[in-house]
């Protein structure tokens, strides 16, 4: 459903850009009247998507990037790069800025706008140069008391040949042990996909929260489809098995919250999920200055060891049990 109502949305904008450029046309007026208001109305039709619907807007083309948010919610950004042992993976985009006057170290996966960024960005998949690289700044953050903020949109991390060996498993292994204990605030936002391990590996954070549309999971639908059926094509209905979407995260006690968006998704209004994501990392940062340390990562380990109790009891009372 979703496709189809964004397709003609696409259309009713790019005739409203047009409409917009004639300078005292009454009758191009009223047709941006008329196109405003039936836009309207399929907007209204996007209250209840399905979770294919959702996973179609998790990976919309126009959906923010790192960078958006990044330019939006931080200031002074000075970017880092990596530990050049190997290749700059820009993949993962990251380094230290400061959030209302407090230093912080921020980082996300980056995929690109059109095609030529998505090949420079590997569509957003880390190689372990990547994952090296968030590591360092991790713990860069960590030597100087700065919490971490991380934004989560990838298909997973690149399973190609030259990134196993570069040793991608002992890469993203690291990470989770590494930022299991890491002593300083971690919170991680997944604002896309969030597939695999390689979403985890920036993921393991003491506040996890989702966009309203975002998904995460352990492989994507198609991959899903593949292994259980052998038919990728049968991805629709893997999205309905695989509880994906925030709200079954959130009811699974995966998450800690879902941030709202707009109808038909965060691009037909992303200053307003700016200002909610800005609302929650101040909350979120406030309420974590008051731990020390140590209880920081016993809070971040705690959170995931007893992450699978957690999850069956919620399953048992979704089961009546």
């Known amino acids: 459903m979703i496709r189809e109502i964004d397709e003609k949305i696409r259309e009713m904008d790019a005739e409203i850009e047009e409409l917009s450029a004639k300078e005292d046309d009454y009758a191009a007026d009223v047709r941006i009247k008329e196109l405003k208001s039936e836009k309207k109305k399929l907007l209204k039709q996007c209250d209840h998507l399905t979770p294919a619907d959702k ?36 993949s993962i985009y990251g380094g230290i800025a400061t959030f209302h006057g407090m230093p912080v170290t921020v980082l996300g996966h980056r995929k690109g706008r059109n095609i030529n960024e998505n090949m420079e960005f590997n569509f957003g998949m880390p190689e372990p140069e990547g994952y090296r690289k968030a590591l360092r700044l991790m713990k860069q953050a960590e030597k100087f008391g700065r919490p971490v903020i991380t934004f989560i949109d990838t298909p997973g991390a690149y399973p190609g040949l030259e990134a196993e060996e570069h040793g991608q498993a002992n890469a993203i292994a690291r990470n989770l042990a590494e930022m299991s204990s890491l002593k300083v605030p971690i919170i991680s936002i997944v604002t896309g996909e969030g597939s695999s391990g390689g979403a985890l590996a920036i993921g393991v954070a003491n506040s996890v929260y989702m966009l309203e549309h975002a998904v995460y999971s352990v492989l994507s639908p198609e991959g899903f489809a593949s292994i259980m059926w052998k038919d990728s094509n049968r991805s629709s209905e893997a999205c309905d098995l695989m509880k994906l979407t925030a709200q079954d995260l959130k009811n699974y006690n995966v998450i800690d919250g879902i941030i709202k968006e707009p109808l038909g998704g965060i691009h037909q209004n992303p200053s307003k999920v700016y200002r909610e994501i800005d609302a929650v990392l101040t909350l979120e940062l406030a309420k974590y200055k008051r731990m020390s340390p140590n209880e920081l990562a016993k809070n971040r380990y705690d959170k995931f060891r007893n992450m699978d109790l957690a999850i069956i009891e919620a399953a048992k009372k979704e089961n009546g049990l």
């Open 55 to 90: 996973v179609y807007l998790a990976r919309h083309k126009n959906r923010p990037k790192v960078d958006d948010y990044i330019d939006f919610l931080f200031d002074d950004f000075f970017i880092q790069r990596g530990d050049f042992l190997s290749k700059e993976d820009k």
